[in-house]
Protein backbone atom coordinates (compact mmCIF):
# COMPACT_ATOMS: atom_id res chain seq x y z
CA UNK A 1 0.00 0.00 0.00
CA UNK A 2 1.50 3.18 -0.92
CA UNK A 3 0.58 6.63 1.85
CA UNK A 4 -1.81 7.93 -1.18
CA UNK A 5 -3.65 6.15 -3.53
CA UNK A 6 -7.31 5.79 -4.90
CA UNK A 7 -7.75 9.99 -4.71
CA UNK A 8 -9.98 9.51 -8.13
CA UNK A 9 -12.73 7.80 -6.75
CA UNK A 10 -12.34 7.92 -2.76
CA UNK A 11 -14.74 10.71 -2.47
CA UNK A 12 -17.53 8.54 -4.68
CA UNK A 13 -16.83 5.57 -2.81
CA UNK A 14 -17.42 7.33 0.63
CA UNK A 15 -20.58 8.98 -0.65
CA UNK A 16 -22.21 5.82 -1.95
CA UNK A 17 -20.98 4.22 1.52
CA UNK A 18 -23.20 6.87 3.18
CA UNK A 19 -26.19 6.00 0.57
CA UNK A 20 -25.65 2.40 1.05
CA UNK A 21 -25.81 3.13 4.88
CA UNK A 22 -29.11 4.97 4.78
CA UNK A 23 -30.97 2.14 2.67
CA UNK A 24 -28.90 -0.98 3.47
CA UNK A 25 -31.08 -4.37 5.17
CA UNK A 26 -27.84 -6.32 4.87
CA UNK A 27 -25.71 -5.73 8.31
CA UNK A 28 -23.00 -8.28 6.80
CA UNK A 29 -22.02 -6.18 4.08
CA UNK A 30 -22.31 -2.83 5.71
CA UNK A 31 -20.05 -4.38 8.63
CA UNK A 32 -17.53 -5.62 5.23
CA UNK A 33 -17.98 -1.86 3.69
CA UNK A 34 -17.11 -0.32 6.72
CA UNK A 35 -14.31 -2.35 7.77
CA UNK A 36 -12.37 -1.86 4.11
CA UNK A 37 -12.92 1.79 4.49
CA UNK A 38 -11.26 1.95 7.99
CA UNK A 39 -8.62 -0.16 6.89
CA UNK A 40 -7.72 2.44 3.64
CA UNK A 41 -8.02 5.05 5.86
CA UNK A 42 -5.39 4.00 8.62
CA UNK A 43 -3.16 2.89 4.94
CA UNK A 44 -3.48 6.57 4.25
CA UNK A 45 -3.30 8.52 7.93
CA UNK A 46 -0.37 10.02 6.82
CA UNK A 47 -1.53 10.98 3.44
CA UNK A 48 -1.06 15.06 2.31
CA UNK A 49 -3.92 14.50 0.16
CA UNK A 50 -6.64 16.76 0.44
CA UNK A 51 -9.24 14.76 -1.02
CA UNK A 52 -8.52 12.25 1.14
CA UNK A 53 -8.55 14.29 4.25
CA UNK A 54 -12.05 15.25 2.98
CA UNK A 55 -12.82 11.68 2.66
CA UNK A 56 -11.72 10.59 5.85
CA UNK A 57 -13.98 13.00 7.64
CA UNK A 58 -16.54 11.97 5.53
CA UNK A 59 -16.72 8.78 6.24
CA UNK A 60 -15.85 9.37 10.41
CA UNK A 61 -19.65 10.72 10.79
CA UNK A 62 -20.90 7.54 9.77
CA UNK A 63 -18.13 5.42 11.01
CA UNK A 64 -18.54 6.58 14.37
CA UNK A 65 -21.81 5.55 15.26
CA UNK A 66 -20.80 1.45 14.18
CA UNK A 67 -20.69 -1.24 16.64
CA UNK A 68 -17.16 -0.78 18.18
CA UNK A 69 -16.99 -3.64 20.53
CA UNK A 70 -14.51 -5.76 19.39
CA UNK A 71 -16.98 -7.92 16.78
CA UNK A 72 -15.22 -10.11 13.60
CA UNK A 73 -13.81 -7.23 11.38
CA UNK A 74 -14.89 -7.98 7.65
CA UNK A 75 -11.30 -6.01 6.14
CA UNK A 76 -8.32 -7.55 4.60
CA UNK A 77 -6.82 -10.77 6.50
CA UNK A 78 -3.57 -12.45 5.54
CA UNK A 79 -5.32 -16.22 3.82
CA UNK A 80 -3.02 -18.09 6.12
CA UNK A 81 -5.05 -16.76 9.58
CA UNK A 82 -7.84 -19.32 8.13
CA UNK A 83 -7.76 -22.54 9.22
CA UNK A 84 -7.09 -25.23 6.18
CA UNK A 85 -9.62 -27.83 4.89
CA UNK A 86 -9.05 -30.66 5.71
CA UNK A 87 -6.86 -33.78 3.46
CA UNK A 88 -10.31 -35.45 2.86
CA UNK A 89 -12.11 -32.48 1.86
CA UNK A 90 -11.07 -32.47 -2.11
CA UNK A 91 -12.41 -36.52 -2.06
CA UNK A 92 -15.57 -35.54 -0.77
CA UNK A 93 -16.20 -32.56 -3.21
CA UNK A 94 -14.74 -34.53 -6.36
CA UNK A 95 -17.05 -37.86 -5.10
CA UNK A 96 -20.14 -34.86 -4.61
CA UNK A 97 -19.45 -33.58 -8.18
CA UNK A 98 -19.22 -36.55 -9.72
CA UNK A 99 -22.20 -38.51 -8.14
CA UNK A 100 -24.87 -34.77 -9.12
CA UNK A 101 -26.47 -34.77 -12.60
CA UNK A 102 -29.62 -33.18 -13.50
CA UNK A 103 -32.57 -34.70 -12.25
CA UNK A 104 -35.95 -34.06 -13.60
CA UNK A 105 -38.61 -35.83 -11.61
CA UNK A 106 -39.50 -35.05 -8.20
CA UNK A 107 -41.43 -36.40 -5.29
CA UNK A 108 -44.63 -34.06 -4.06
CA UNK A 109 -42.93 -33.65 -0.79
CA UNK A 110 -42.59 -30.35 0.19
CA UNK A 111 -39.10 -28.63 0.55
CA UNK A 112 -38.33 -27.27 4.35
CA UNK A 113 -37.00 -23.59 3.68
CA UNK A 114 -33.98 -24.17 5.26
CA UNK A 115 -32.53 -26.28 3.01
CA UNK A 116 -33.06 -24.09 0.12
CA UNK A 117 -31.38 -21.53 2.16
CA UNK A 118 -28.56 -23.45 2.88
CA UNK A 119 -27.46 -24.28 -0.32
CA UNK A 120 -27.76 -20.09 -1.55
CA UNK A 121 -25.35 -19.42 1.27
CA UNK A 122 -22.96 -21.91 -0.60
CA UNK A 123 -23.93 -20.63 -4.17
CA UNK A 124 -23.13 -17.03 -2.56
CA UNK A 125 -19.80 -18.09 -1.34
CA UNK A 126 -18.55 -18.01 -4.96
CA UNK A 127 -16.25 -15.55 -6.55
CA UNK A 128 -17.79 -12.65 -8.48
CA UNK A 129 -15.89 -10.00 -10.61
CA UNK A 130 -14.76 -7.44 -8.24
CA UNK A 131 -17.11 -8.68 -5.52
CA UNK A 132 -19.99 -6.97 -6.89
CA UNK A 133 -22.68 -9.93 -6.83
CA UNK A 134 -24.95 -8.40 -8.52
CA UNK A 135 -27.28 -10.50 -8.71
CA UNK A 136 -30.73 -11.31 -6.99
CA UNK A 137 -32.46 -14.42 -6.92
CA UNK A 138 -36.23 -15.66 -7.05
CA UNK A 139 -38.03 -18.65 -5.71
CA UNK A 140 -40.55 -19.85 -6.65
CA UNK A 141 -42.78 -22.68 -5.13
CA UNK A 142 -46.38 -20.82 -5.11
CA UNK A 143 -48.08 -23.30 -7.42
CA UNK A 144 -50.08 -20.59 -9.96
CA UNK A 145 -46.65 -18.85 -10.69
CA UNK A 146 -44.81 -22.04 -10.62
CA UNK A 147 -46.76 -23.43 -13.57
CA UNK A 148 -46.49 -20.32 -15.66
CA UNK A 149 -43.32 -20.03 -14.96
CA UNK A 150 -41.97 -23.95 -15.45
CA UNK A 151 -44.09 -24.03 -18.81
CA UNK A 152 -41.55 -20.49 -20.04
CA UNK A 153 -37.99 -21.64 -21.17
CA UNK A 154 -37.93 -24.15 -23.90
CA UNK A 155 -36.45 -27.14 -22.05
CA UNK A 156 -39.18 -28.50 -20.12
CA UNK A 157 -41.36 -29.43 -22.46
CA UNK A 158 -42.18 -32.92 -20.98
CA UNK A 159 -41.88 -32.40 -17.07
CA UNK A 160 -42.57 -28.72 -16.45
CA UNK A 161 -45.95 -29.68 -14.75
CA UNK A 162 -44.58 -31.81 -12.16
CA UNK A 163 -41.66 -29.31 -10.95
CA UNK A 164 -42.50 -28.44 -7.23
CA UNK A 165 -39.97 -25.27 -7.08
CA UNK A 166 -37.79 -23.41 -9.73
CA UNK A 167 -34.64 -20.83 -8.70
CA UNK A 168 -34.52 -18.31 -11.08
CA UNK A 169 -30.79 -16.29 -11.22
CA UNK A 170 -31.24 -12.86 -12.12
CA UNK A 171 -28.40 -10.74 -13.10
CA UNK A 172 -28.52 -6.83 -12.22
CA UNK A 173 -26.77 -4.71 -14.86
CA UNK A 174 -26.64 -1.70 -12.39
CA UNK A 175 -23.59 -3.19 -10.88
CA UNK A 176 -21.70 -2.48 -14.04
CA UNK A 177 -21.09 1.17 -15.74
CA UNK A 178 -19.58 0.03 -18.53
CA UNK A 179 -20.38 -1.69 -21.67
CA UNK A 180 -17.70 -4.20 -21.67
CA UNK A 181 -19.00 -5.69 -18.44
CA UNK A 182 -22.16 -6.36 -19.53
CA UNK A 183 -21.20 -10.16 -19.47
CA UNK A 184 -20.42 -10.30 -16.37
CA UNK A 185 -23.79 -11.38 -14.42
CA UNK A 186 -23.69 -14.72 -17.16
CA UNK A 187 -20.26 -15.32 -15.89
CA UNK A 188 -21.14 -14.45 -11.88
CA UNK A 189 -24.68 -16.13 -12.29
CA UNK A 190 -23.12 -19.37 -13.41
CA UNK A 191 -20.53 -19.36 -10.63
CA UNK A 192 -23.46 -19.08 -8.24
CA UNK A 193 -25.32 -21.93 -9.68
CA UNK A 194 -22.37 -24.28 -9.43
CA UNK A 195 -22.05 -24.20 -5.49
CA UNK A 196 -26.09 -23.94 -5.38
CA UNK A 197 -26.76 -27.35 -7.39
CA UNK A 198 -23.38 -29.17 -5.28
CA UNK A 199 -25.22 -27.83 -2.18
CA UNK A 200 -28.40 -29.41 -2.99
CA UNK A 201 -26.89 -32.64 -4.07
CA UNK A 202 -25.16 -32.55 -0.65
CA UNK A 203 -28.98 -32.59 1.65
CA UNK A 204 -30.57 -34.83 -0.71
CA UNK A 205 -32.15 -32.48 -3.17
CA UNK A 206 -31.99 -32.58 -7.14
CA UNK A 207 -31.93 -30.22 -9.42
CA UNK A 208 -32.19 -29.47 -12.93
CA UNK A 209 -30.08 -26.67 -15.11
CA UNK A 210 -32.78 -25.22 -17.00
CA UNK A 211 -30.99 -22.94 -20.22
CA UNK A 212 -33.10 -19.57 -20.31
CA UNK A 213 -33.32 -18.66 -24.16
CA UNK A 214 -32.40 -15.18 -25.35
CA UNK A 215 -35.24 -14.23 -27.15
CA UNK A 216 -37.03 -10.91 -26.63
CA UNK A 217 -40.58 -12.26 -26.61
CA UNK A 218 -39.19 -14.58 -23.76
CA UNK A 219 -37.70 -12.16 -22.08
CA UNK A 220 -41.11 -10.21 -22.05
CA UNK A 221 -42.58 -12.67 -20.64
CA UNK A 222 -40.78 -13.46 -17.90
CA UNK A 223 -40.08 -10.12 -16.82
CA UNK A 224 -44.07 -9.13 -16.44
CA UNK A 225 -44.27 -12.76 -14.79
CA UNK A 226 -41.72 -11.76 -12.14
CA UNK A 227 -41.62 -8.07 -12.00
CA UNK A 228 -37.88 -7.48 -13.09
CA UNK A 229 -37.07 -4.34 -14.39
CA UNK A 230 -35.21 -2.77 -17.12
CA UNK A 231 -31.80 -3.63 -16.30
CA UNK A 232 -32.56 -7.10 -15.22
CA UNK A 233 -31.32 -10.19 -17.10
CA UNK A 234 -32.71 -13.55 -16.46
CA UNK A 235 -29.26 -15.62 -16.31
CA UNK A 236 -30.68 -19.47 -16.02
CA UNK A 237 -33.22 -21.39 -14.10
CA UNK A 238 -32.60 -24.07 -11.88
CA UNK A 239 -35.44 -26.70 -10.81
CA UNK A 240 -35.23 -28.17 -7.91
CA UNK A 241 -36.91 -30.93 -5.45
CA UNK A 242 -37.02 -34.12 -3.91
CA UNK A 243 -36.06 -37.16 -6.42
CA UNK A 244 -38.22 -39.66 -7.49
CA UNK A 245 -37.06 -43.13 -6.27
CA UNK A 246 -36.39 -45.50 -9.42
CA UNK A 247 -36.01 -43.12 -11.75
CA UNK A 248 -33.26 -43.07 -14.68
CA UNK A 249 -30.94 -40.23 -15.84
CA UNK A 250 -28.84 -39.29 -18.84
CA UNK A 251 -25.20 -41.02 -18.07
CA UNK A 252 -23.74 -38.06 -19.53
CA UNK A 253 -20.10 -38.73 -19.92
CA UNK A 254 -18.25 -35.85 -19.17
CA UNK A 255 -14.77 -34.93 -21.57
CA UNK A 256 -11.99 -35.67 -19.78
CA UNK A 257 -8.61 -33.37 -18.73
CA UNK A 258 -6.76 -34.44 -21.61
CA UNK A 259 -9.50 -33.85 -23.63
CA UNK A 260 -9.97 -29.59 -22.84
CA UNK A 261 -6.61 -28.65 -21.28
CA UNK A 262 -3.31 -27.56 -22.97
CA UNK A 263 -0.60 -27.35 -20.80
CA UNK A 264 1.86 -24.50 -21.86
Same mark, same amino acid.
Given at each position: ???????????Q??S?Y???A??????????W??????AY?????GS????????????S????I??????Q?F?P???????P????TY??????AM???S???Y???V???S?????I????AAPS?CNR?S???????????LS???K &??MG? !??? %?? #?I???? /?????LR???D????H???????L????FV??M????LA?????????????R????L?G???D?R??? &??SF? !??? %?? #?????? /??????AV????
Open positions: MRETFAEDYIGTVTHNYASSRDDAELRFTDVLSFDATSPSEVIAKARYSFLRESMDADGARGFVHESKPPDAAGALRSLHRRTRWTGDLDRDIAAAEVGLAQLRLEVVTEPSLKLS &LPT !VGF %AE #QPGIL /VIVGQGYAARDRAIYVDGGFAQGLAEARGTCCINWPDIAVKNEIGDLLVREVVM &LIG !VPQ %AG #QTVPRS /VKRSVDASWR
